[in-house]
């Protein structure tokens, strides 16, 4: 049976009056008393968007904003400026520490049996070769009968670069098949592929180490080098994570390179590759949230709080993971500072740090700050991607299907008919930022946008560039955020944080502070 509290807003809007009513009717002379400032939002966001003037000077200026790395305290650094710029107050509070780490340049040749130069990347906090090129044969993790013969055969590494991914059987991606395959050959691709993965865990299981592990035993042994290629199912895209190696670089190669060489190996021929890459290891350095502050003129102990993280992997440039978030929230505050300088409740904007490693930032907020979660009407939340925000979960709290309505009430159709809606949700309880807050009983509400080939294209990959913004959705999302974080200052009753009932409710999950980083 469909959720009964499933539906478009559209579909309550052309409710026939009775159930209307029966959903607004004692928040319809809030929601229309409203319309001045939600008409002033939709012009000041269409007269005179700032977003890609900020998308250039963080995207393409700035760059990717990894934690510990110099980049993410210089674009703490430049939010704080922005935000005074617009009479708005910010700071950077500090929740913790990292390694701290500053990445260099890559260059990666094929030098034998021919001239390539590869396309590769350097994974995040990997050690480099210094001001050093250095050339040496690739060779393939071997097959192995257990964990006796790999140490047997770990001496043959020394001075080499050691493969440790399995292979791709097409850098095709599932779309490109399903349009001009026939299901024969798509049904190949698939089985060959499992049964090369399968393969493949066996071989790594063999050693009797783990992914991680595994490297460590490889630099250890003296390999120069551990080659990775983690495809991200599209053309061209490599996901880019952290290294685990402490002493030599680990670099991840793009699919249709490191088919290549492990076609090569596979076939008899030793290719040899020169890698230079740096890297400057800077210590334990201090790691920040950035915080800004609209403060309230009746009620300015209680909080809607606009969020999203600010950090993002550095393969790229972190344009839709997340810096078109950073945008929508950054631009929600300009307009709401024009439009509505005066608000009921106190409007916060939250930019966490070291979300990726598990939404650190967020978490220690919440932790350091129990008087604004306790006093929280909502948190606002975007952060998957590009595209215009089309779900809104209740998040599990039992009056969500009250609240968020009587938020969406004057919000323009063109805007809100394409929001699906679920109440009461399910309570988030990791993947972003809001679940920090949900995971504290207060209302983190997630604004969930369209895919726009995110997950294989832009989250986590080499290409998450400016290119991929498409600003009219981003535009569309800062109007909504501002509009909802509007409503939800004026809103004359206070969010119920009641449980539905029946859920299972996630704990809290204390933040990694970076306590290790100081050993």
Not at 108 to 133: H, N, Q, Y
Not at 209 to 216: D, G, R
Not at 292 to 317: C, N, Q, R, T
Not at 370 to 382: C, D, R, T, Y
Request: glycine share 8%; hydrophobic share 40%.
């Amino acid at each position: 049976m469909k959720n009964p509290h499933h539906y478009t807003i559209s579909t309550w809007q052309k409710a026939k009056p009775i159930a209307l009513g029966l959903l607004l009717c004692s928040s319809l002379s809030f929601a229309q008393s409203g319309k001045p400032v939600i008409d002033a939002i939709v012009k000041e966001s269409t007269n005179n968007s700032q977003l890609e003037k900020l998308a250039h000077e963080l995207f393409d200026k700035i760059g990717p904003r990894l934690v510990g790395t110099p980049q993410m305290k210089t674009a703490n650094d430049w939010a704080v400026a922005k935000y005074k710029s617009w009479g708005i107050d910010a700071r950077n509070e500090k929740w913790g520490q990292w390694r701290g780490w500053e990445r260099g340049v890559t260059h990666i040749d094929m030098i034998s049996p021919r001239v390539r130069s590869l396309e590769g990347t350097m994974l995040a906090w990997s050690p480099g070769t210094g001001k050093k090129t250095v050339t040496a044969d690739v060779i393939l993790l071997p097959e192995v009968a257990d964990s006796l013969a790999f140490v047997k055969w770990l001496p043959s590494v020394k001075g080499k670069f050691v493969m440790v991914s399995a292979n791709q059987v097409t850098g095709r991606p599932a779309e490109n098949l399903k349009e001009f395959a026939f299901k024969e050959t798509i049904d190949k691709f698939k089985a060959d592929q499992a049964a090369i993965n399968l393969a493949w865990a066996k071989r790594v299981k063999a050693t009797g180490h783990t992914a991680k592990t595994l490297a460590v035993a490889l630099e250890n042994a003296g390999a120069v080098g551990v080659v990775t290629n983690y495809w991200s199912a599209g053309f061209g895209v490599d996901k880019i994570f952290g290294a685990n190696t402490k002493k030599v670089p680990s670099v991840d190669i793009s699919l249709e390179d490191y088919t290549l060489l492990y076609r090569l190996i596979e076939n008899g021929t030793t290719p040899k590759i020169s890698l230079h890459c740096e890297s400057k290891d800077m210590g334990v350095v201090p790691t920040f949230n950035t915080i800004a502050e609209i403060k309230g003129s009746e009620k300015p102990d209680e909080y809607v709080i606009l969020s999203a993280h600010f950090d993002s992997w550095d393969a790229a440039s972190g344009a839709t993971d997340n810096g078109t978030g950073t945008l929508t929230m950054m631009e929600a505050m300009r307009i709401l500072k024009l439009v509505y300088p005066n608000p009921k409740r106190t409007i916060l904007v939250g930019h966490w740090g070291s979300e990726e490693q598990g939404l650190n930032g967020s978490k220690s907020f919440v932790e350091d700050h129990p008087e604004i979660v306790k006093n929280l009407q909502a948190l606002f939340n975007q952060d998957n991607g590009t595209g215009r925000v089309v779900n809104i979960s209740g998040q599990g709290f039992a009056d969500s299907k009250n609240f968020i309505p009587r938020w969406l009430a004057p919000v323009p159709d063109t805007i809100k008919n394409r929001i699906k809606t679920s109440f009461p949700g399910s309570p988030s309880a990791g993947g972003s930022d809001n679940a920090s807050f949900v995971m504290a009983g207060a209302p983190g509400i997630s604004l969930g946008s369209l895919g726009w080939a995110y997950g294989n294209y832009t989250w986590h990959t080499n290409r998450d560039t400016y290119d991929k913004v498409v600003f009219e959705e981003v535009r569309n999302n800062a109007m909504l955020a501002a509009m909802l974080a509007y409503m939800a200052s004026e809103d004359p009753q206070k969010t119920s944080t009641e449980k539905a009932e029946g859920i299972r409710w996630p704990g809290f999950v204390k933040p990694n502070r970076g306590e290790e980083f100081k050993k």
